[in-house]
């Protein structure tokens, strides 16, 4: 069973970048689709960005496009989450999911059937004004 988890977050100006990773033990993430959620206070998990079982392609929510970019490194067992130009409203617990079993599917088809069935435990990501 894969153990995840994340780090990376913190307290950051709105404008700054944090950079999260999610480190993976216990399997390979080879060929897994992976993604990032996050959780903001009083709100229900929304999906941010997921990417393929080889790093060859990615979907973003409309939230993250052109200021987050998801990548992994499989050499290392490591997903990661470079957030940039971060606001307020981006506050929240990030969190790293991965595929139960690999699919081979897209990684937005994965997303929109809530195909992740492994989760880290989070990380805080907290954007002053």
């Known amino acids: 069973q894969v153990q995840l988890v994340e780090s990376g977050g913190g307290l950051v100006q709105a404008g700054g970048s944090l950079r999260l990773s999610c480190a993976a033990s216990?399997?390979?993430?080879?060929?897994?689709?992976m993604g990032w959620f996050r959780q903001a206070t009083g709100k229900e998990r929304e999906f941010v960005a997921a990417?393929?079982?080889?790093?060859?392609?990615?979907y973003y929510a409309d939230s993250a496009k052109f200021r987050f970019a998801i990548s992994r490194d499989n050499t290392k067992n490591t997903l990661y989450l470079q957030m940039n130009s971060l606001k307020p409203e981006d506050t929240a617990v990030y969190y790293c999911?991965?595929?139960?079993?690999?699919?081979?599917?897209?990684?937005?088809?994965?997303?929109?059937?809530?195909?992740?069935?492994?989760w880290g435990q989070g990380t805080q990501v907290t954007v002053s004004s």
């Open positions: 990417i393929s079982g080889n790093g060859g392609s990615t």
């Open positions: 999911a991965t595929e139960s079993s690999p699919t081979y599917a897209a990684p937005s088809v994965v997303a929109g059937k809530g195909g992740f069935g492994s």
């Open positions: 216990g399997r390979t993430i080879f060929g897994y689709v």
